[in-house]
C-alpha cells in the first residue's frame, strides 16, 4: 500500500499545477495564491495533529521562530512568483525551471553551510540544468508570444525563493518537527499574500473570481494537501530510499496533464531536458 501512497503523492503534486493554471486564465495570480492558501493551511495543521506535533509548538526558541518566519516569508514569494509564471507561461517550461531548485540549494548549501558536492550530486547537477536549458524553448508559444517572457523571470525568482526556503530551514530550524514547521510557515504565507493584495489594492478582486476558476484554484489547495497526506502515509510505511524518488516524478505528471489539458507539446528536444531532469533527479537520491 505505501506504493499506492507514494505514487498518489506524485500524481496530487503534479496536477498542482494543471490545477492552479487552469484557475488563474482570468482570475489574478496573487489573489489565486492567497485562496488558495486558506485550504493549503487547513491541510497543514490536520498534518500536524494526525502527527501530534502541535504539543512540540511551547518549546520553540525566539532564534526558531524567526526563521521560520524568514523560511515561511521565502516560501509564499516562491509560490507568488510561481503563479504569475504559470499565469504567463506553459506548464511544460514553468516547472522544470521551478525543479531546479534543487540543484540552486545545493550550491547555496556548498557556498554559505560548507556542505560538499560528492561526485555523485555533480553528476546530479549537470543532468538537472542542463535538462532545464533544454526544455526552455526558443520557440514562442502563442502564450508567450500575448504576455510576453515574464514567465520566466518568474519562474527563476520561484525557483530562487525556494532555494532559500531550505537554506533558511536548514540553518535555524533543524530541531523543529516538519509538519509543524511546514504549517507555521504556510500561516507565515497566508498573512503574507493577504497583505500582499491589499498592499496592492487588489482586495476587490476576490469578489470578482469566477466560480468555475474558484473552484479550481480551491482544488488545486486540496490537491497540494492530498500529496501531503499521501506522502506522509507513504513514508510511514515504506522506505525513505523508494518513496522520495517516486514523489520527485510529479514533474512526468505535470507535463503529461499539460498536454492533455492545455495541448502543450515537447519537441525532441524538450523531451530529452524531461528525461535528463528525471534521470538527475534520481541519481541525486542514491
Not at 514553468?94 to 550530486?121: M, N
Not at 520566466?152 to 533558511?168: K, P, R
Not at 524518488?245 to 495541448?263: A, E, G, M, R, T
Request: charged share 15%.
Amino acid at each position: 500500500m505505501w506504493m499506492l501512497f507514494a505514487f498518489g503523492s506524485a500524481f496530487f503534486a503534479g496536477i498542482t499545477a494543471i490545477l492552479a493554471k487552469c484557475g488563474i486564465r482570468k482570475t489574478d495570480s496573487d489573489t489565486a495564491t492567497a485562496i488558495r492558501t486558506i485550504v493549503v493551511l487547513f491541510f497543514s495543521w490536520l498534518m500536524v495533529l494526525i502527527t501530534g506535533s502541535v504539543k512540540t509548538i511551547c518549546n520553540l526558541s525566539g532564534t526558531t521562530w524567526l526563521f521560520l518566519v524568514l523560511s515561511g516569508l521565502a516560501t509564499g514569494a516562491s509560490w507568488l512568483c510561481y503563479f504569475k509564471a504559470l499565469q504567463l507561461g506553459d506548464v511544460n517550461k514553468v516547472v522544470p525551471i521551478d525543479k531546479s531548485s534543487t540543484v540552486l540549494t545545493i550550491l547555496l548549501a556548498f557556498i554559505f553551510l560548507g556542505e560538499q558536492i560528492t561526485a555523485i550530486k555533480g553528476v546530479a547537477i549537470v543532468l538537472i540544468a542542463l535538462g532545464t536549458f533544454l526544455m526552455i524553448e526558443k520557440k514562442k508559444t502563442d502564450t508567450e508570444k500575448s504576455k510576453g517572457k515574464g514567465w520566466l523571470i518568474y519562474a527563476v525568482l520561484s525557483a530562487v525563493f525556494a532555494s532559500l526556503t531550505s537554506i533558511l530551514g536548514k540553518i535555524g530550524i533543524e530541531g523543529v518537527e516538519s509538519n509543524l514547521g511546514t504549517a507555521i510557515r504556510t500561516s507565515v504565507v497566508l498573512v503574507m499574500a493577504w497583505l500582499l493584495g491589499f498592499a496592492k489594492g487588489k482586495q476587490h478582486t476576490v469578489k470578482e473570481v469566477p466560480k468555475s476558476e474558484l473552484a479550481y484554484i480551491c482544488l488545486s489547495g486540496v490537491a497540494t494537501g492530498g500529496s501531503w497526506l499521501c506522502y506522509y502515509k507513504a513514508l510511514q510505511d515504506g522506505p525513505a530510499s523508494a518513496v522520495v524518488p517516486i514523489d520527485k516524478l510529479s514533474i512526468v505528471v505535470s507535463i503529461i496533464f499539460s498536454y492533455i489539458v492545455f495541448k502543450e507539446k515537447l519537441s525532441v528536444k524538450s523531451s530529452i531536458g524531461l528525461v535528463m531532469i528525471v534521470a538527475g533527479t534520481l541519481v541525486m537520491l542514491l
